[in-house]
């Protein structure tokens, strides 16, 4: 507790220090520019899919030729020139954030060279039509706006290289969805095991900045539209359980798969032949991922919002195996290397499961079900249930579903941690192997 006579150093501190506003004044406006970045990106993204789109609907056989090509061209550029632009820029800035990492290492996981890679790195996958999201990769983009702030601060800041990974990636997170709120949680959850209190207001300036420069050009809707659940009573208890089970065991099964990906276990003959031939073992799973398309009648392709928006919209045409095809798809996609989130793909197949269970249970409400679904899987896969919670919540019209939302995300991700270890901080530590070996 300050007494009477320490308020007026302590005012002189805080509003009068000229270093320190001027600490503030960056750290706000490179927020605002990192969010600005990830719009500019989100428009990118969209409209490399819609390319895609276009042409992919004049001829059947396009994805079998243009999808592996892509995914091949990709992640020869990805090994050749960005190497720590490969996968989704999540576990690269959790690992940047390890103390491990030296301050000349950061540039191995976030910089601003690698931001722009991913860009366009990202952008080209939905080009070509492979199943992936842009949010995940907007982590590491944003990270990237803000560590360059560090030049702009004087030598003995209090804005630590920490506290502007932290607020960078959760920037990301918060223009990506239009959420601000869910990145400062994403911040809280995932970023910042030992938040830094004196910078905590200011992080949390940032990311809302950040955010409301997507909501100022985008608008309050979500790229996935707006959720109208219907009456919500006891009638949604027994399908809205069935529901978060299923994603929590789907979704802890797919964080698994993931993992073992990632680490060569399954299948050992293909995951050595990923690692002595990647550009061809890419091309091989952009020709299934492009099967799978046309099997799905594109339904697949992309990251998934469309396929979502049809569901919750009432208007799907999607088949019952939407759901294992997008999760195949997306697993090979991430696979092959290229550089790949999974948020938006995670919100389609959950979209799937729930509109699955409603129709099989004749259950009239389905964007109930598919709500829950979407908050189910992805609080699963991710094991961050607060954030999936939020995301999800700010696409519900109405308060109706809070608790039931809350409820799903938190059993999804409990079913999901007897089924994985947490995705994201075993990535970071495989992450983490790529620092060069200390000398002797």
């Known amino acids: 507790m300050k007494h009477l006579h320490d308020i007026p150093s302590a005012f002189k501190h805080e509003f009068a220090n000229p270093r320190l506003w001027w600490s503030r004044a960056v750290v706000v406006g ?23 789109l276009f042409f992919n609907g ?14 091949a061209l990709l992640v020869w550029l990805t090994r050749r020139y960005a190497m720590g632009a490969a996968g989704s820029g999540i576990p690269q800035v959790m690992a940047t954030l390890d103390p491990a990492v030296a301050p000349e290492q950061r540039s191995l996981f976030v910089s601003l060279k ?6 366009v790195l990202t952008a080209g996958g939905l080009l070509g039509g492979l199943s992936l999201g842009r949010e995940g990769p907007s982590v590491q983009i944003a990270a990237g ?59 949390v300036a940032g990311i809302v900045l950040a955010g409301m420069m997507a909501v100022s050009i985008h608008g309050n809707a979500t790229h996935f539209g707006i959720i109208h659940p219907g009456p919500i009573g006891l009638a949604l ?10 994603a929590g065991v789907a979704g802890g099964l797919f964080a698994r798969l993931l993992l073992a990906s990632a680490r060569g276990n399954p299948l050992g003959k293909l995951s050595a032949w990923r690692k002595g031939r990647p550009v061809l073992f890419a091309a091989v799973c952009g020709v299934l ?6 099997a799905s009648h594109g339904a697949t392709f992309g990251s998934g919002t469309v396929a979502t928006r049809a569901m919750l919209e009432g208007s799907s045409d999607a088949s019952p195996a939407f759901v294992a095809f ?22 389609a197949i959950g979209a799937g499961i729930g509109h699955d269970i409603a129709v099989l249970l004749h259950y009239p409400h389905a964007p109930a079900l598919i709500a829950l679904g979407m908050v189910g899987f992805l609080a699963a896969a991710t094991q961050a249930p607060l954030t999936a919670f939020i995301i999800v919540m700010e696409m519900v019209d109405g308060h109706g579903m809070v608790l039931s939302l809350m409820a799903c995300a938190v059993v999804a ?22 620092l060069p070996a200390p000398p002797n």
């Open 30 to 52: 490179m927020a605002a520019i990192a969010g600005l970045v990830v719009v500019g990106f989100t428009w990118l993204a969209e409209e490399a899919l819609d390319l895609f």
């Open 58 to 71: 004049k001829a059947w056989w396009f994805a079998l030729l243009w999808t592996p090509a892509c995914a």
């Open 114 to 119: 690698l931001s722009a890679a991913k860009i």
């Open 145 to 203: 706006v803000m560590l360059a702030a560090r030049r702009l601060l004087p030598r003995h800041s209090q804005v630590s290289a920490h506290s502007l990974l932290v607020a960078g990636g959760a920037a990301g997170i918060a223009a990506a969805f239009n959420t601000p709120l869910a990145g400062v949680m994403f911040a809280i959850e995932e970023l910042s095991r030992s938040p830094e209190q004196r910078n905590s207001g200011l992080i």
């Open 237 to 246: 208890a027994l399908p809205g359980l069935l529901v978060t089970l299923v």
């Open 289 to 294: 991922v492009a099967a799978i398309g046309i």
């Open 326 to 347: 997008k999760y195949v798809a997306t697993w090979l996609t991430v696979w092959s290397g290229v550089p790949a989130g999974i948020f938006a793909p995670s919100l």
């Open 413 to 434: 991700s409990t079913v999901s941690r007897v089924l994985s270890e947490p995705l994201y901080g075993a990535l970071a530590q495989l992450q983490l192997q790529r």
